[in-house]
DNA sequence: TGGTGTGAACTTTTTCACAGCG
DNA sequence: CGCTGTGAAAAAGTTCACACCA
């Protein structure tokens, strides 16, 4: 979210920029903003607040996003086609460099400049693209299997799209994706705020 | 993420499921989950657990999401363009029921068959199309006034799928979805476990 | 002077442990 | 008997208040 603020701010012409005027955007507790930011260093200059840019780079070091992360995305489906080409993920620095599918149909195919590969031959590209996240976009159903190809590949960190939970071996971390999330979330606090 | 696990459990044809095995799945503590559902009634049955069918709708109702929620699209771009053709949408309960844009272009366009629509003609049709839910999926410098148009028209919640704050009234609810933060999340996990 | 960094106080969330009930 | 529902205890997270420093 920081990061988010802070290009924006950084768009408009901002330099600098206090706790105080940082929580406000955020909608947080000032203290909060500088107890979040002195978790990972001394960013900030007493009596002056914090240098966006600055701020920005210091955050993207300490997350260890400062570089470029090089993704499989396994599962070309309608989901898996729309991240394909979608071309924020180049400018974020997520690139992805290969497109799995267990599909006969679709393997050879063509998406968004990549060829379509079977999922089994996932381990052997792995090292040759430098792939280091997996991105799963399949069923629920064949989301585990998608996700041991992953695993067996070495990979260390997959972001699930599909509506299913995965098991995974400790040392890999998992994050789930799913924006309807959001829309249960909304609709409850509509729910809400329509009784009172 | 229950009802997402739970709707995955009864295609496997699972009828009961107890709080110990919920946890396992969703790599939580069984007491969390005891704690949670019990927060919105008594859906459990003791020395059972929980009847996997009753408990999906219980939680549907309790989060209001056991109907129909229609939905006003902002922002007819790359990702725009993606949800409208996102056919989950109507499996899940949530209707794009219009779509809206302020590029004269773009205007009278026709996108999954829905009509492109001036921004600026929000408020009139809302009424008409029963629209009770805004998706902002403009780019940043454009989420405010989408937001605008959105609050404008007396709608109480917002999905801002834009990478930017947005400032609402109190008694209108905001979920922010960008999948980068998930992106950010796995590759910072990642940075840490080849650390040590 | 003004805004950060931070220990201490406070609040919220999570886990434990077991009573209560089908 | 077995698993839920729930107070009490423990842990984690947030806010306050002020020392400290450009």
């Known amino acids: ?60 070091q300490a997350l260890g996003v400062d570089r470029v992360w090089k993704c499989a995305l396994v599962g070309v489906g309608n989901l898996g086609r729309a991240l394909l080409n979608h071309r924020e993920f180049r400018l974020r620095g997520f690139h992805i460099v290969g497109a799995f599918d267990c599909d006969p149909f679709k393997i050879g195919e063509v998406v968004s400049g990549l060829e379509v590969v079977c999922s089994r031959r996932l381990k052997e590209r792995t090292a040759d693209l430098g792939i280091e996240l997996g991105v799963i976009t399949t069923p629920p159903e064949r989301a585990q299997r998608a996700c041991n190809y992953l695993v067996d590949a070495g990979i260390k960190g997959i972001l699930n799209f599909a509506p299913a939970r995965i098991e995974v071996p400790e040392g890999v971390t998992v994050e789930y994706v799913d924006f309807f999330h959001h829309f249960y979330a909304v609709a409850f606090n509509v729910t809400l705020g329509s009784q009172d």
Chains 1, 2 share one sequence.
């Open 1 to 60: 979210m920081y990061i988010q603020v802070l290009e924006n701010l950084q768009r408009d012409g901002k330099n600098v920029i206090s706790s105080e005027l940082l929580a406000r955007t955020c909608d947080v507790n000032p203290s909060q903003i500088r107890k979040d930011l002195a978790y990972f260093g001394e960013f900030g200059v007493r009596g002056v607040g914090y240098y966006v840019q600055d701020l920005i780079t210091s955050i993207k």
